[in-house]
């Protein structure tokens, strides 16, 4: 199994926004700019020239602020996924040599956004979230509960498989506009602390810890082998490029 980081991506989708962001700054400095000229220099008389100035005023400093944020992006994407890396080393302890799988972790492109890691090979795809929280999960079907610090049970804020189900649609999406829409894409959560305590009822998603990997994916995804060597191919193609 080879354990990947597609660097490029990341790379390549932190400068679309610092490029973006600088144009659309640079936008809003004009509109500013322009709707300052149009108070001191009324061209379009009386009536006319401050609604416009103040309206140009107000759409630039959005853009303005619009191309501060997308910058700020750019410049701080994730370069790597390091709970990531440690779980695809996990896994090879059960995938070990077999090249045919690809583990591409920290995924991020433009039309499938960011997702902690895919699992690609003869099974298909399988999505990852992966988290580091800590303490006593419950997972009843696709919602969570947390013992809190006195000992109680409540609804967690923080739902892992809501994410993954979000990023499991995202690729069955992303594939299909390439022509892959027949590859299956599964999902999986898995808690990468050491300190955690798992529980989990009629999940909606498997949900896992990186000892017990092998044990939650040989009950559905690495049942079967659904894909062949050109699918996966591509698969990792459209995930890499």
């Not at 400095?29 to 000229?37: D, P, T």
């Not at 910058?71 to 695809?88: E, I, S």
Request: with cysteine.
């Amino acid at each position: 199994m080879k354990n990947i980081n597609p660097s490029k991506n990341v790379n390549r989708r932190g400068r679309f926004y610092l490029f973006l962001g600088i144009f659309i700054f640079l936008i809003g400095l004009i509109l500013i700019a322009s709707g300052i000229l149009l108070f001191l220099l009324p061209i379009l008389g009386t009536t006319l020239s401050t609604p416009v100035a103040i309206i140009s005023i107000i759409i630039g400093g959005g853009m303005t602020l619009g191309g501060l944020g997308l910058m700020f992006r750019g410049t701080t994407l994730k370069k790597d996924n390091l709970l990531a890396y440690d779980v695809g080393e996990a896994m090879r302890s059960f995938l070990g040599t077999d090249a045919r799988y690809t583990f591409l972790r920290n995924v991020s492109k433009r039309g499938l956004g960011y997702i902690d890691a895919v699992l690609v090979g003869p099974p298909g795809a399988l999505v990852f979230r992966i988290v580091d929280y800590k303490g006593e999960w419950i997972n009843e079907g696709p919602y969570w509960r947390v013992r809190t610090k006195n000992g109680k049970l409540r609804p967690s804020t923080k739902n892992p498989t809501r994410e993954c189900a979000k990023d499991v649609y995202a690729l069955r999406k992303y594939l299909a506009k390439r022509n892959l829409s027949r590859v299956p894409v599964y999902g999986v959560v898995v808690f990468a602390s050491d300190r955690v305590k798992l529980r989990g009822q009629a999940p909606v998603i498997p949900i896992a810890e990186k000892h017990t990997l092998y044990q939650i994916l040989s009950r559905d995804y690495l049942r079967e082998e659904r894909i062949n060597s050109p699918q996966i191919r591509k698969v990792v193609d459209a995930l890499m490029d």
